[in-house]
Structures are given as structure tokens and as C-alpha cells.
């Protein structure tokens, strides 16, 4: 019976979207903002310790990456991506590549100072300087420390070029450095997007922002005037790489130029932490993830020789390639270099110089 007055006004109970709740519960900034909130005790908690290196640029002569010099304003990554090719690094300080990698990190607070010198050195030619080459130089501490904006600030002053790789939305802070010195050719920034699926992605990269705010990101950066690629990487078999051609097309539409990928590799510890990881959250897919990562690796977990490294061997790979390549053309990416000039570099002043 129908009829007589009705017991509530609303005939549905949709879901409230009015503070985009269900995206917001999978950004990893919110996980971070939610505990210690409301009650909620955090359920492992992330400690900083000071680092203090004598210099502060790395070099290396690999012949299957792009650059030759890189700064890492931290160790270890609250981010705390699975498949990170970083994680082995904590062993240097007898830590777990695993959550030790995530939860106990250091900060290198002296670093600008310390690029100062290094750039003032007698005979020093200016190259682009990589940022987020070994963990994200934009991760939630930078929030704190600022020692990514610091690095950067040297860079901007004496017009040295500057490439950036994040996952982190937090670098469109920075645009009041590095849209003038985009418009120099001096700043690119790669920003990277495994899957657009927040349930994959929050699972994959449990700390790192929200898809949508990476791509959203991109269309900042961009119409600043900022060159951004979008990186891919790493594709990961069977769980994020039936998504290479949308990745491509929003990256497009998000105003990137250029893109890049590269198929998941599992050096050291990686490979044990990433097989545990699969049977816990993919049990229904762990063993054809692996036997595909098998068939692009040479029938291992990981191939650590130059060039296939990066791009992988066997039909499974040139499957990607292939695809990562139509699609790219489709929707106009990688059509022209990002070219940065090295040419207007000034070594910094000294102290006699802030005199004059």
C-alpha cells in the first residue's frame, strides 16, 4: 500500500560526493592527514633522522640513462611504492628494505649549501641535474624540511638546468622557481602515473597522491609553461598495463609533451618483497605476474644489464613497446626533444662576491 504520508523526504540515499570522500579515502595524503585525527592512532610511525654527506651531487656513467649528475634530497620514501628499485639502498644503514625503507627515513637539510660549493668549484661545467632519480624529492616530509625548494632555489640562482621525476602533486609549490626557469629551457618535470585506478594505485603506492591530483599536476605545470613528461613506469604485468593507452591519452589531454615508460624491474630485495606483496593483495593473478615479468627479464626476476634493464627482452616487451608507441603517436607525444640549455650557467657568488 502506497498511499498516506511518506516516512522521510528523499527517495534515495546516494553516496555524498560533496567532499569527494570515496577518491579522498585513497589518496595517500589523506592517510597520512587522517592519523592522529579524530583518535585515530597512526599504525607505524615515520622518523627522520639528519644526515650530514660532505658533498651532495652523485655521479654516474650508465650508458642507458639520461643524465650523469643527480641530488637526492632524502633516503628512503613515505610513498612507499612496492616495486621501488631504491629499497635496497637502506641496507647501507643496516635497514629493511621494507617498511624501515618507508616509516625511517633521512634527510639531508644541508644539502643547498653543500650544491653551493660544489657548483662554485673551479672547472665545474653545468649538465642537467636530475632530482627523484632514487626517491621522490617531493615526498610528504618535503611538506616540512623544504629541502627540495632550497636545491632548487640554487639552480634557479645561478641558471643551472634542472629535470625533476615526482609522483607528488607538492611540486606545483615550487612554480614560482621553476616556470622562470622553464621559460629559460632550464626545468622539465616528469610526473609519474602507474594506473589511474585509485584501488590500484593506492595498493601499488600506498602514500603517494591521488591519480587525478598528479594529472591535474601535469595541467598546472603546463600552463605555466613548465615542459612535463608523464613517465609510465613501471608497467606491471597483468595489473596496471592494460591501462598504457588511456595513461597516454589523459597525460595528452593533461597538456604533457612527452612520455616514457619502462617495465617493472625487481633488483635484490625487491623481489622477494614484491612476491609477498602479490600474494597478498593479486593471489588470483601472483603467478602469471611473475612468469610474464619472467619472460621479459630472461627467465628471471631481473635483468640488471644496461639497456634491456630499462626496457625489457622478448615478445612480451615489444608487445609494449609497440602498443606505448601507437599510442603516443595517436595522441601527439614524444614528436619533438625537450632540449635544456646548459649555456647560461653562472657559478654562484662567494662570500666576497655578496659584498659587491
Not at 595513461?247 to 633488483?267: D, H, K, S
Request: proline residues 9%; hydrophobic residues 40%.
Amino acid at each position: 500500500m502506497t498511499t498516506g504520508r511518506p516516512v522521510r523526504g528523499a527517495t534515495r540515499n546516494d553516496e555524498s560526493r560533496r567532499f569527494n570522500l570515496p577518491q579522498t579515502e585513497l589518496d595517500g595524503d589523506w592517510l597520512d592527514m587522517r592519523e592522529g585525527i579524530d583518535g585515530i592512532a597512526p599504525k607505524l610511525r615515520t622518523t627522520v633522522t639528519v644526515e650530514t654527506p660532505r658533498t651532495i651531487i652523485s655521479r654516474n656513467a650508465s650508458p642507458d640513462v639520461p643524465f650523469d649528475r643527480s641530488i637526492n634530497p632524502y633516503r628512503g620514501c613515505e610513498h612507499g611504492c612496492i616495486y621501488c628499485f631504491a629499497r635496497p639502498s637502506h641496507a647501507f644503514h643496516d635497514l629493511s628494505p621494507g617498511l624501515d625503507f618507508e616509516s625511517r627515513l633521512f634527510a639531508k637539510p644541508s644539502a643547498a649549501t653543500l650544491l653551493r660549493a660544489e657548483l662554485g668549484k673551479p672547472g665545474y661545467v653545468a649538465a642537467p641535474m636530475a632530482l627523484g632519480t632514487n626517491t621522490d624529492p617531493y615526498q610528504p616530509i618535503e611538506s616540512d624540511w623544504r629541502i627540495t625548494r632550497g636545491i632548487i632555489e640554487v639552480l634557479a640562482e645561478t641558471d643551472h638546468p634542472l629535470t625533476i621525476t615526482t609522483k607528488s602533486d607538492r611540486v606545483v609549490r615550487d612554480l614560482d622557481l621553476l616556470a622562470p626557469m622553464a621559460a629559460k629551457r632550464l626545468a622539465a618535470v616528469a610526473m609519474s602515473i602507474t594506473s589511474l585506478d585509485p584501488k590500484i594505485a593506492s595498493t601499488v603506492e600506498p602514500r603517494a597522491p591521488h591519480p587525478e591530483r598528479r594529472l591535474a599536476a601535469v595541467r598546472k605545470l603546463a600552463d605555466a609553461g613548465v615542459p612535463v613528461y608523464v613517465s609510465i613506469s613501471p608497467v606491471i604485468p597483468a595489473i596496471t598495463d592494460h591501462e598504457i593507452e588511456t595513461l597516454i591519452a589523459r597525460a595528452a589531454e593533461a597538456g604533457a609533451t612527452r612520455a616514457f615508460f619502462i617495465p617493472v624491474r625487481l633488483p635484490h630485495e625487491v623481489a622477494p618483497l614484491f612476491r609477498a606483496w602479490l600474494d597478498e593483495h593479486f593471489p588470483d593473478r601472483a603467478g602469471k605476474v611473475m612468469t610474464t615479468i619472467a619472460s621479459l627479464r630472461g627467465g628471471k626476476d631481473n635483468d640488471p644489464n644496461f639497456f634491456t634493464r630499462m626496457k625489457g627482452q622478448g615478445p612480451w616487451a615489444d608487445l609494449l613497446a609497440t602498443r606505448f608507441r601507437i599510442a603516443c603517436a595517436k595522441h601527439g607525444l614524444n614528436q619533438e626533444r625537450i632540449a635544456l640549455r646548459s649555456d647560461l650557467f653562472r657559478a654562484p657568488r662567494g662570500p666576497q662576491g655578496e659584498l659587491f
